[in-house]
């Protein structure tokens, strides 16, 4: 299995409503990474997991909470979110902290 | 801080050779990447070059880096309509932090 998948694929929510992305890799990576990708703008990096431990926050929002469970999964769980949230998040995995990243296809959110 | 420019679009003829050109600030960069993107999909990593390398050839693709412009630069031979997508390159010094440039737009006309 050499892909990083991501569910939901789309995700439509209010502002005052609480839900989750997840991501999942069996490539046996180590890291794991949460981007933020608006229309026609590079991946912005919000958070890395190195280990199952959170090594890199990019002064995300607390509105944007991450969690790795296992070695094999991250999740971004989302509450009270703004309208300009709206984006394509993106999981990556790397065998380590260092080399390449893999990404999942993303996940398009729309806050309304 | 790091910064990676790139041209934003591109446009070549079915056949041709696309060539899109990155430049790079951080002179302790470790890896380059190119990645690319479809619409409404994630990033594909097409190929990467480490920093002590000059190039990379890898099927369609080469892959030139010259350290000391800090300048990377990726050719697409025999460009299909299928290659028409967003083109991203990106660096990495310290493990886990990779700084993408704006992306290159390529659009090949048959």
């Known amino acids: 299995d050499t892909e990083v998948t991501q569910t939901p694929k789309h995700l439509v929510m209010g502002m005052t409503n609480k839900k989750s992305l997840k991501c999942e890799q069996h490539?046996?990576?180590?890291?794991m990474y949460w981007y933020k990708q608006k229309a026609k703008k590079p991946p912005e990096l919000m958070f890395v997991?190195?280990?199952?431990?959170?090594?890199i926050n990019e002064s995300v929002p607390s509105r944007f909470s991450p969690e790795c469970p296992n070695s094999s999964l991250l999740n971004l769980h989302l509450h009270a979110l703004q309208p300009e949230d709206s984006a394509l998040y993106l999981c990556?995995?790397?065998?380590?902290?260092?080399?390449?990243?893999?990404f999942g296809p993303g996940t398009r959110l729309t806050v309304l | 801080g790091e910064d990676v420019e790139q041209s934003l679009f591109l446009s070549v003829r079915e056949g041709d050779s696309s060539v899109i050109n990155c430049t790079y600030t951080d002179s302790s960069s470790t890896y380059l990447y190119w990645y690319k993107q479809e619409p409404g999909a994630g990033l594909q990593l097409l190929t990467y070059i480490f920093s002590n390398m000059d190039m990379k050839q890898d099927q369609r693709l080469t892959v030139l880096l010259n350290k000391k412009d800090k300048h990377l630069s990726l050719r697409i031979a025999d460009t299909q309509t299928g290659d028409s997508a967003i083109y991203f390159c990106a660096e990495s010094m310290d493990a886990g932090k990779s700084t993408f440039g704006d992306g290159t737009t390529l659009t090949v006309k048959p």
């Open positions: 490539m046996g990576h180590r890291a």
């Open positions: 997991y190195s280990y199952e431990k959170l090594s």
């Open positions: 990556a995995s790397s065998q380590a902290r260092a080399g390449e990243q893999f």
